[in-house]
T-cell receptor, first 115, second 111 residues
Framework: GAVVSQHPSWVICKSGTSVKIECRSL??????MFWYRQFPKQSLMLMAT?????????EQGVEKDKFLINHASLTLSTLTVTSAHPEDSSFYIC???????????FGSGTRLTVV | QQQVKQSPQSLIVQKGGISIINCAYE??????FPWYQQFPGKGPALLIA?????SEKKEGRFTISFNKSAKQFSLHIMDSQPGDSATYFC??????????FGAGTTVTVRA
């Protein structure tokens, strides 16, 4: 089946640094990628929607300048957390619709810890 | 505001029992209703999904029941096993657009 490969699976960074998370669709073209964050014991919260070749659409309350999303090709979307702070520590997950009503494929998630 | 309401928040079931999780929605434009299973530290994995033109779908021990008029759908896990212990999320979307997730249900299956 369709696979979205997400890296890294976990990362620890210092406050003030930036971290990049990558999601690659391995066997299908992902024209759209959804980015979620999930706090412990909570549901997935949509942060933004990226479309290949155009600017991402951010959900209300999500800082565009802090969470930079790039979708430069049909198989790669990246989320960069800039100037990370401890409150950005969370589980970040990407997801791509497979098209033709075949549903969505999720990445395996990235656990970000900012110290 | 949550577009999909899920209950219960958690449930405990004995091995071999039936787990039932319910979801309700308001937006009648939703046309895709998936259920996801998530283990700690992992991304959600699709368990089973249904579209509004059918009232029930069964895959192995997992069954979705869908009531379009009541705007409700539910997941039944038959013959629950300890390996089914996980968090389950219902969701809904319109034509491959963004998914709206329920709050999640933590299922614990006791051996």
């Amino acid at each position: 089946g369709a696979v979205v490969s997400q890296h890294p699976s976990w990362v620890i960074c210092k406050s003030g640094t930036s971290v990049k998370i990558e999601c690659r669709s391995l066997d299908f073209q992902a024209t759209t990628m959804f980015w979620y964050r999930q706090f412990p014991k909570q549901s997935l919260m949509l942060m933004a929607t990226s479309n290949e070749g155009s600017k991402a659409t951010y959900e209300q309350g999500v800082e565009k300048d802090k969470f930079l999303i790039n979708h430069a090709s049909l198989t790669l979307s990246t989320l960069t957390v800039t100037s990370a702070h401890p409150e950005d520590s969370s589980f970040y997950i990407c997801s791509a619709p497979q098209g033709d009503t075949r549903g969505y494929t999720f990445g395996s998630g990235t656990r970000l810890t900012v110290v | 505001q949550q577009q999909v309401k899920q209950s219960p928040q958690s449930l405990i079931v004995q091995k071999g029992g039936i787990s039932i999780i319910n979801c309700a929605y308001e937006n009648t434009a939703f046309d895709y209703f998936p259920w996801y299973q998530q283990f700690p530290g992992k991304g959600p994995a699709l368990l089973i999904a249904i579209r509004p033109d059918v009232s029930e779908k069964k895959e192995g021990r997992f069954t979705i029941s869908f009531n379009k008029s009541a705007k409700q759908f539910s997941l039944h896990i038959m013959d629950s096993q300890p390996g089914d212990s996980a968090t389950y999320f219902c969701a809904a979307s319109i034509r491959d657009y963004k998914l709206s997730f329920g709050a999640g249900t933590t299922v614990t299956v006791r051996a």
